[in-house]
């Protein structure tokens, strides 16, 4: 089975190394030579507006699917019409641009902090709609916290604008959460639709830092998540994993943004739950029954952002996990994560204060 994969992040080459043992063969697709999936998988290189490049990679491949959110719409339509592209490019469409992306929440009746588009002629006026606090954002573009700004005042407000402004921009009302986590579900061919436990993720700079596995006390809000997968995947007649960011506040789930593919906060299923997000992810598009979602014991799953630390320290510590994405380390960048598995909350932390000493 063939499995042609957009983009070779390393989401596609975890995608490329669930797939070995299942005899799903993936073949990726990036316009960077360098491209770290590169190095686990066959690699067309290419930029997306290749016709002719991407018809060859149509070529013998079950279904076609991506591993990161700005491949462009018209790239995935056009593979559309040589071979099945699992998740719908419609979901490409909606999730690349914040303000498409929280006015479908807000049809499917997913609630999120209140959001305007910025009308750069009449920019109070999206702002009388949400208040202050409230956050400026990109409506394409952004990621890992970049391409938005949070305003306290409606002075500094119109300053976030005036600096963003050559953009199309969303407003939205800054979310008083008490903590982030996210919820990761997979939904077949068939409509079964299913979630991991929630995760609850720590945040630096705008890049994720540390995810915890289940996230703690989370069993009551499990419900609540689930039915925000289970409307928004049948919806779009949505095939494969998604990945949904929530604000806790109360007992309430406030969507922020949805990833329509495998996500960083999901790493920790590969050796923490039955079936990882990257095979579930798999069997999915391919059509195939899903594997289990439960968790194994409690899991920390550590970024490595910037820099690869000493390695033998970390080793050294029970239930680490390392995964290295043979990617040159610069500032900013993910070049792997740890993720730490154990039997419950006090032995992960003190597992975890080995790698994140306080
Ligand atoms: P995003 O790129 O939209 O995922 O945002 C990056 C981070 O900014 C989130 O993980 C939050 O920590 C913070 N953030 C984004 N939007 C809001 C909001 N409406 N209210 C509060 N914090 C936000």
């Not at 499995?3 to 993936?26: D, E, W």
């Not at 910037?306 to 990617?327: F, S």
Request: one cysteine or more.
């Amino acid at each position: 089975m063939e499995v042609g994969v957009l983009g070779g992040g390393q989401l596609g080459r975890m995608l490329a190394l669930a797939g070995y043992p299942l005899g799903v063969r993936c073949i990726v697709y990036d316009p960077a030579p360098d491209a770290c999936a590169g190095q686990v998988a066959p690699h067309l290189c290419a930029p997306f507006d290749d016709a002719d490049a991407l018809v060859q990679f149509a070529k013998g491949k079950q279904v076609i699917t991506y591993e990161f959110e700005n491949v462009p719409v018209a790239t995935a339509r056009l593979l559309e019409a040589h071979a099945p592209v699992r998740p719908t490019p419609r979901a490409l469409e909606l999730f690349q641009d914040r303000l498409l992306e929280k006015q479908f929440l807000y049809a499917v009746g997913i609630p999120t902090p209140a959001f305007a588009p910025v009308d750069p002629d009449h920019p109070d006026r999206a702002l009388s709609e949400v208040g202050c606090p409230c956050v400026v954002k990109t409506r394409r573009g952004g990621y890992d916290g970049k391409g938005q700004i949070v305003a306290h005042t409606p002075d500094e407000y119109l300053r976030a604008v005036a600096q963003l402004g050559s953009q199309p921009l969303i407003v939205e009302a800054f979310a008083p959460f008490e903590r982030e986590v996210s919820v990761i579900g997979v939904r077949g061919r068939n409509g079964e639709t299913r979630v991991y436990p929630l995760v609850e993720n720590h945040h630096r700079d705008g890049i994720l830092r540390l995810s915890i596995a289940p996230a703690p006390d989370s069993d009551a809000l499990l419900p609540l998540a689930r039915g925000y997968i289970e409307r928004l995947t049948a919806a779009l007649d949505y095939v494969g994993v998604l990945a949904l960011e929530l604000f806790q506040v109360g007992n309430q789930l406030l969507a922020n943004e949805v990833a329509p593919r495998v996500h960083n906060s999901g790493h920790w299923t590969i050796e923490g739950a039955h079936t990882s997000q990257f095979e579930n992810h798999l069997r999915a598009i391919l059509g195939l029954p899903l594997g289990g979602m439960a968790a194994r014991g409690v899991c920390a799953m550590v970024n490595l952002i910037g820099a690869i630390p000493p390695l033998e320290p970390i080793l050294r510590i029970e239930g680490a996990h390392l995964h290295l994405y043979g990617k040159s380390p610069r500032a900013g960048r993910k070049v792997g994560h740890i993720t730490l598995c154990a039997d419950g909350y006090a032995s992960l932390q003190e597992r975890l204060s080995v790698i994140l000493p306080r």
